[in-house]
Protein backbone atom coordinates (compact mmCIF):
# COMPACT_ATOMS: atom_id res chain seq x y z
CA UNK A 1 0.00 0.00 0.00
CA UNK A 2 1.59 3.28 -0.81
CA UNK A 3 1.97 5.58 1.95
CA UNK A 4 1.44 9.14 -0.21
CA UNK A 5 -1.15 10.97 1.13
CA UNK A 6 -2.83 14.22 0.60
CA UNK A 7 -5.24 16.94 2.73
CA UNK A 8 -7.98 18.05 2.59
CA UNK A 9 -9.34 15.17 0.46
CA UNK A 10 -12.55 17.61 -0.24
CA UNK A 11 -12.37 21.14 -0.80
CA UNK A 12 -15.04 24.24 -1.32
CA UNK A 13 -13.59 27.66 -1.00
CA UNK A 14 -15.11 31.04 -2.21
CA UNK A 15 -13.02 32.95 -5.11
CA UNK A 16 -10.12 35.00 -4.56
CA UNK A 17 -8.98 32.60 -1.24
CA UNK A 18 -5.68 31.34 -1.20
CA UNK A 19 -5.59 27.75 -0.46
CA UNK A 20 -2.70 25.19 -0.01
CA UNK A 21 -3.07 21.79 -1.07
CA UNK A 22 -0.45 19.74 1.03
CA UNK A 23 0.99 15.81 0.02
CA UNK A 24 3.19 13.85 1.93
CA UNK A 25 5.26 10.58 1.18
CA UNK A 26 7.38 8.90 3.74
CA UNK A 27 8.42 6.17 1.09
CA UNK A 28 11.90 8.34 0.71
CA UNK A 29 11.17 9.15 -3.27
CA UNK A 30 13.04 11.94 -4.71
CA UNK A 31 10.47 12.85 -7.46
CA UNK A 32 7.04 14.20 -6.84
CA UNK A 33 4.18 14.76 -9.38
CA UNK A 34 1.19 17.25 -9.25
CA UNK A 35 -1.36 16.16 -11.78
CA UNK A 36 -4.72 18.21 -12.30
CA UNK A 37 -7.35 15.81 -13.41
CA UNK A 38 -10.32 16.76 -15.30
CA UNK A 39 -14.19 15.78 -15.73
CA UNK A 40 -13.44 13.90 -18.26
CA UNK A 41 -11.14 11.92 -16.68
CA UNK A 42 -7.79 12.87 -18.57
CA UNK A 43 -4.40 13.95 -16.26
CA UNK A 44 -2.41 16.58 -16.80
CA UNK A 45 0.94 17.22 -15.26
CA UNK A 46 1.04 20.50 -13.62
CA UNK A 47 4.35 20.24 -12.02
CA UNK A 48 7.12 17.79 -11.01
CA UNK A 49 10.03 18.06 -8.39
CA UNK A 50 13.40 16.17 -9.12
CA UNK A 51 14.47 16.44 -5.37
CA UNK A 52 14.39 19.26 -2.68
CA UNK A 53 14.60 22.58 -4.01
CA UNK A 54 13.72 21.82 -7.44
CA UNK A 55 10.57 22.69 -8.92
CA UNK A 56 9.79 22.56 -12.81
CA UNK A 57 6.31 23.63 -14.53
CA UNK A 58 4.69 20.29 -16.19
CA UNK A 59 3.29 20.06 -19.72
CA UNK A 60 -0.05 22.09 -18.58
CA UNK A 61 0.20 25.69 -17.59
CA UNK A 62 -1.03 26.32 -13.79
CA UNK A 63 -1.14 29.50 -12.17
CA UNK A 64 -0.93 27.04 -9.17
CA UNK A 65 2.81 27.19 -7.48
CA UNK A 66 4.95 24.30 -5.72
CA UNK A 67 7.76 24.43 -3.07
CA UNK A 68 9.64 21.11 -2.32
CA UNK A 69 12.04 22.03 1.04
CA UNK A 70 11.72 18.61 2.40
CA UNK A 71 11.65 15.59 0.60
CA UNK A 72 8.44 14.10 1.72
CA UNK A 73 6.09 17.47 0.92
CA UNK A 74 5.75 18.95 -2.29
CA UNK A 75 2.48 21.75 -1.38
CA UNK A 76 0.45 23.10 -3.82
CA UNK A 77 -0.51 26.70 -3.42
CA UNK A 78 -3.50 28.94 -5.42
CA UNK A 79 -2.97 32.38 -4.86
CA UNK A 80 -6.27 33.39 -5.93
CA UNK A 81 -8.41 30.56 -6.27
CA UNK A 82 -10.91 30.74 -8.99
CA UNK A 83 -13.88 29.02 -10.98
CA UNK A 84 -11.83 27.74 -13.38
CA UNK A 85 -9.37 25.99 -10.65
CA UNK A 86 -12.22 23.70 -9.82
CA UNK A 87 -11.00 20.27 -10.52
CA UNK A 88 -9.33 17.10 -9.10
CA UNK A 89 -5.54 17.58 -7.88
CA UNK A 90 -3.61 14.06 -7.60
CA UNK A 91 0.08 14.29 -5.74
CA UNK A 92 2.23 11.37 -6.96
CA UNK A 93 5.61 10.28 -6.30
CA UNK A 94 8.78 7.89 -7.75
CA UNK A 95 11.98 6.68 -6.49
CA UNK A 96 15.02 6.85 -8.80
CA UNK A 97 18.18 5.42 -9.11
CA UNK A 98 16.48 2.40 -10.83
CA UNK A 99 15.85 3.27 -14.00
CA UNK A 100 12.41 3.69 -15.54
CA UNK A 101 10.48 0.86 -14.90
CA UNK A 102 9.30 1.50 -11.49
CA UNK A 103 5.76 2.86 -10.97
CA UNK A 104 4.22 6.12 -9.61
CA UNK A 105 2.41 6.10 -6.13
CA UNK A 106 -0.60 8.40 -6.16
CA UNK A 107 -2.62 9.94 -3.11
CA UNK A 108 -6.01 9.81 -2.86
CA UNK A 109 -6.61 13.04 -4.78
CA UNK A 110 -7.78 16.57 -3.52
CA UNK A 111 -11.18 17.51 -4.92
CA UNK A 112 -11.12 21.33 -5.13
CA UNK A 113 -14.61 23.57 -5.66
CA UNK A 114 -14.31 27.11 -6.33
CA UNK A 115 -17.19 28.90 -5.58
CA UNK B 1 6.99 12.37 -29.16
CA UNK B 2 5.72 9.57 -26.40
CA UNK B 3 1.79 8.90 -26.94
CA UNK B 4 -0.22 6.64 -25.41
CA UNK B 5 -3.87 5.96 -27.01
CA UNK B 6 -6.85 3.80 -25.19
CA UNK B 7 -9.71 2.99 -26.73
CA UNK B 8 -12.51 5.03 -25.65
CA UNK B 9 -15.45 4.27 -22.88
CA UNK B 10 -17.33 3.55 -21.67
CA UNK B 11 -17.49 -0.39 -21.43
CA UNK B 12 -20.28 -1.36 -20.19
CA UNK B 13 -20.41 -5.65 -19.10
CA UNK B 14 -22.23 -7.78 -17.29
CA UNK B 15 -20.58 -9.90 -14.64
CA UNK B 16 -18.56 -12.61 -15.46
CA UNK B 17 -18.15 -11.24 -19.67
CA UNK B 18 -14.53 -10.95 -20.99
CA UNK B 19 -13.08 -7.79 -20.85
CA UNK B 20 -10.50 -5.99 -23.13
CA UNK B 21 -9.15 -2.57 -23.23
CA UNK B 22 -7.38 -2.03 -25.85
CA UNK B 23 -3.81 0.59 -25.94
CA UNK B 24 -1.53 0.90 -27.80
CA UNK B 25 1.89 3.69 -27.61
CA UNK B 26 4.13 5.65 -29.24
CA UNK B 27 7.82 5.88 -28.26
CA UNK B 28 11.35 6.60 -28.82
CA UNK B 29 13.66 4.18 -27.24
CA UNK B 30 12.23 0.99 -25.04
CA UNK B 31 9.47 1.90 -22.66
CA UNK B 32 8.26 1.00 -19.49
CA UNK B 33 4.45 -0.06 -19.69
CA UNK B 34 1.72 0.26 -16.83
CA UNK B 35 -1.73 -0.37 -16.03
CA UNK B 36 -3.41 1.70 -13.39
CA UNK B 37 -6.95 1.57 -11.92
CA UNK B 38 -8.76 4.73 -10.10
CA UNK B 39 -12.10 3.69 -8.40
CA UNK B 40 -14.40 6.31 -7.46
CA UNK B 41 -13.02 8.55 -5.34
CA UNK B 42 -9.69 7.48 -5.17
CA UNK B 43 -6.30 8.13 -6.75
CA UNK B 44 -4.93 6.17 -8.92
CA UNK B 45 -3.23 2.58 -8.18
CA UNK B 46 -0.67 0.37 -10.05
CA UNK B 47 -2.29 -2.80 -11.37
CA UNK B 48 0.28 -4.22 -13.90
CA UNK B 49 3.58 -3.30 -15.02
CA UNK B 50 6.08 -5.48 -18.00
CA UNK B 51 9.23 -3.81 -18.60
CA UNK B 52 10.59 -5.13 -21.77
CA UNK B 53 8.94 -7.05 -24.75
CA UNK B 54 6.96 -10.21 -24.56
CA UNK B 55 6.72 -9.64 -21.02
CA UNK B 56 3.28 -10.23 -19.67
CA UNK B 57 2.12 -8.15 -16.11
CA UNK B 58 -0.83 -9.88 -14.01
CA UNK B 59 -2.75 -9.01 -11.23
CA UNK B 60 -6.09 -10.09 -9.71
CA UNK B 61 -7.04 -11.39 -12.84
CA UNK B 62 -5.92 -8.99 -15.24
CA UNK B 63 -3.23 -9.68 -17.65
CA UNK B 64 -1.60 -7.76 -20.36
CA UNK B 65 1.36 -8.54 -22.86
CA UNK B 66 3.88 -6.21 -24.06
CA UNK B 67 3.86 -6.27 -27.83
CA UNK B 68 6.61 -4.74 -29.63
CA UNK B 69 5.72 -5.58 -33.10
CA UNK B 70 2.37 -3.57 -32.70
CA UNK B 71 3.48 -1.40 -29.93
CA UNK B 72 0.39 -2.56 -27.97
CA UNK B 73 -0.38 -3.52 -24.25
CA UNK B 74 -3.90 -4.94 -24.21
CA UNK B 75 -5.77 -5.21 -20.85
CA UNK B 76 -7.64 -8.26 -20.76
CA UNK B 77 -9.67 -9.94 -17.79
CA UNK B 78 -11.64 -13.17 -18.62
CA UNK B 79 -14.21 -12.99 -15.73
CA UNK B 80 -15.18 -9.02 -14.72
CA UNK B 81 -16.67 -8.85 -11.39
CA UNK B 82 -19.30 -5.37 -10.39
CA UNK B 83 -16.31 -4.71 -8.05
CA UNK B 84 -13.75 -4.12 -10.96
CA UNK B 85 -16.14 -1.12 -12.32
CA UNK B 86 -13.90 1.67 -12.61
CA UNK B 87 -11.52 3.98 -14.57
CA UNK B 88 -7.92 1.97 -16.15
CA UNK B 89 -5.52 4.17 -17.49
CA UNK B 90 -2.57 3.20 -19.81
CA UNK B 91 0.86 4.46 -19.29
CA UNK B 92 4.05 4.37 -20.37
CA UNK B 93 7.51 5.74 -18.78
CA UNK B 94 10.91 6.15 -20.75
CA UNK B 95 14.12 6.87 -19.78
CA UNK B 96 13.02 10.41 -18.86
CA UNK B 97 11.11 11.28 -15.18
CA UNK B 98 7.23 11.16 -16.58
CA UNK B 99 4.74 9.10 -17.12
CA UNK B 100 2.83 9.64 -19.71
CA UNK B 101 -0.75 8.49 -19.15
CA UNK B 102 -3.31 7.62 -22.11
CA UNK B 103 -6.69 9.24 -21.56
CA UNK B 104 -8.51 6.10 -19.52
CA UNK B 105 -11.66 4.21 -19.67
CA UNK B 106 -14.31 4.07 -17.89
CA UNK B 107 -15.20 -0.01 -17.38
CA UNK B 108 -19.63 -0.26 -16.38
CA UNK B 109 -19.44 -4.07 -14.72
CA UNK B 110 -23.21 -4.87 -14.08
CA UNK B 111 -24.42 -7.60 -11.87
Known amino acids: EADIYQTPRYLVIGTGKKITLECSQT?????MYWYQQDPGMELHLIHYSYGVNSTEKGDLSSESTVSRIRTEHFPLTLESARPSHTSQYLC??????????????FGQGTRLTVV | GNSVTQMEGPVTLSEEAFLTINCTYTATGYPSLFWYVQYPGEGLQLLLKATKADDKGSNKGFEATYRKETTSFHLEKGSVQVSDSAVYFCALRTGGFKTIFGAGTRLFVKA
Open chain 1, 92 to 105: ASSVTGTGYNTEAF
Open chain 1, 27 to 31: MGHDK
